[in-house]
């Protein structure tokens, strides 16, 4: 089931989606990634929750090592992006 062009990417969701743990994601994350592709969607992850959370770019600078160009895209995504941050920030928090 080799697809191409968006069905390659709707068989990533669909794939992502089928997942029933945090255990069964981490290991399809640890096969799918580098360690340095998890550690920059990790550390994204972080910089919205921060952005989230009201903090200004310098501290979130300094907390988590983020260029300044990561978390200005991130701010652009929770800003005017697709709705994912948004979707999944306060399902994070309960």
Do not use: H
Not at 6 to 34: H, K, M, N, P, W
Request: charged letters at 20%.
């Amino acid at each position: 089931m080799f697809n191409t062009d968006q069905g390659q990417y709707d068989c990533l969701y669909r794939a992502i989606v089928s997942l029933r743990s945090v255990g069964e994601c981490q290991a399809f994350f640890q096969d799918l990634c580098t360690v340095a592709e998890l550690r920059a969607m990790a550390q994204r992850l972080e910089v919205a929750q921060m952005l989230d959370s009201g903090m200004i770019y310098n501290d979130i600078l300094d907390r988590t090592g983020a260029s300044s160009a990561t978390i200005s895209r991130v701010n652009r995504a929770l800003q005017y992006g697709a709705g994912g941050y948004k979707t999944v920030l306060p399902r994070l928090e309960k």
